[in-house]
């Protein structure tokens, strides 16, 4: 097997892997710091849908980790750019923070108001201020023949100490929920947020080693796409659950014992 230090590019989930809430994981500094001094690319690989690229980026800066906005790849994009690739220009109604209006129109998609019938499809991501008032627009788009996707499906993240914080997949089901429509998504665990990843900057996936806390989305998806992965367990499961395909390469509690034992290998 693998030592940890055997990959070129390193891609970490952010949510719940590299920081809970505005709180950094112990050791994220230093490990990425150490790679990145090691000559090795570091990449973000996130299902969020809130924030764009450079708020990310400023986020890291505070917590002394510093990054590129090139080097973080976002679930809003992937889906703006999967929308226009498969179906062209569209006019999108969109329940979602404003990075995720933005994504949309910068791929030539036409933005229109959330209760307006016309649009092709209905776009969701995590969304803070969603209202009843919100969920009754969604519904009508649906009603009305618009096609359903979503940045994400997770229901939530780990925020501070662990704590919940609902996620789109949470909207998106009690949408569904009324409709009984499913929606698509093209963000982890699907082939795409990582195809895409790989594709685009030339990176053969046995050299890439994904870091998240996720069995389902960062676990799954990074190993149905061929890459090695390190599973963040602070519960301390002693071993995958029966119901995942994939079994993480290496499994820790966290960040700062993936830093100490890059730390040894370097030695």
Same mark, same amino acid.
């Given at each position: 097997?693998?030592?940890?230090?055997?990959?070129?590019?390193?891609?970490?989930?952010? %949510?719940?892997?590299?920081?809970?809430?505005?709180?950094p994981?112990?050791?994220?500094?230093?490990?990425?710091?150490?790679?990145s001094?090691?000559?090795?690319?570091?990449?973000?690989?996130?299902?969020?849908?809130?924030?764009?690229?450079?708020?990310v980026?400023q986020?890291?800066?505070?917590? %002394?980790?510093?990054?590129l906005?090139? %080097?973080?790849?976002?679930?809003?994009?992937?889906?703006?750019?999967?929308?226009?690739?498969?179906?062209?220009?569209?006019?999108l109604?969109?329940?979602?923070?404003?990075?995720?209006?933005?994504?949309?129109?910068?791929?030539?998609?036409?933005?229109?108001?959330?209760?307006?019938?016309?649009?092709?499809?209905?776009?969701?991501?995590?969304?803070?201020?969603?209202?009843?008032?919100?969920?009754?627009?969604?519904?009508?788009?649906?009603?009305?023949?618009?096609?359903?996707?979503?940045?994400?499906?997770?229901?939530?993240?780990?925020?501070?100490?662990?704590?919940?914080?609902?996620?789109?997949?949470?909207?998106?089901?009690?949408?569904?929920?009324?409709?009984?429509?499913?929606p698509?998504?093209?963000?982890?665990?699907?082939?795409?947020?990582?195809?895409?990843?790989?594709?685009?900057?030339?990176?053969?996936?046995? %050299?890439?080693?994904?870091?998240?806390?996720?069995?389902?989305?960062?676990?799954?998806?990074?190993?149905?796409a061929?890459?090695?992965?390190?599973?963040?367990?602070?519960?301390?499961a002693?071993?995958t659950?029966?119901?995942?395909?994939?079994?993480?390469?290496?499994?820790?509690?966290?960040l700062?014992?993936?830093?100490?034992?890059?730390?040894?290998?370097?030695?």
């Amino acid at each position: 097997m693998n030592g940890l230090l055997d990959y070129s590019t390193y891609i970490f989930d952010l %949510d719940g892997c590299v920081y809970f809430g505005p709180e950094p994981a112990q050791g994220a500094s230093g490990l990425i710091s150490l790679l990145s001094g090691l000559g090795k690319r570091v990449l973000f690989l996130s299902n969020n849908s809130t924030h764009s690229p450079h708020e990310v980026v400023q986020k890291l800066q505070s917590m %002394d980790i510093h990054v590129l906005a090139s %080097d973080i790849h976002l679930a809003s994009t992937l889906l703006a750019r999967y929308l226009h690739e498969t179906h062209g220009s569209l006019r999108l109604a969109v329940a979602g923070e404003k990075f995720l209006h933005k994504e949309m129109a910068r791929f030539d998609h036409t933005v229109v108001p959330l209760d307006d019938t016309s649009a092709d499809c209905l776009v969701m991501g995590r969304y803070l201020s969603f209202t009843f008032d919100c969920l009754v627009e969604c519904v009508r788009q649906l009603e009305s023949g618009g096609h359903f996707y979503v940045t994400n499906l997770d229901t939530h993240h780990p925020g501070p100490e662990g704590a919940r914080q609902p996620e789109t997949g949470a909207l998106a089901a009690a949408v569904s929920a009324v409709t009984g429509k499913t929606p698509f998504s093209v963000g982890k665990p699907f082939p795409y947020a990582f195809t895409s990843l790989l594709n685009d900057l030339a990176l053969d996936s046995r %050299d890439c080693l994904m870091i998240g806390d996720s069995l389902n989305t960062d676990v799954q998806g990074a190993g149905n796409a061929g890459l090695d992965t390190c599973w963040l367990n602070p519960g301390g499961a002693s071993e995958t659950p029966s119901d995942q395909p994939n079994s993480p390469t290496f499994t820790f509690p966290g960040l700062a014992e993936v830093l100490a034992t890059v730390q040894q290998e370097v030695r």
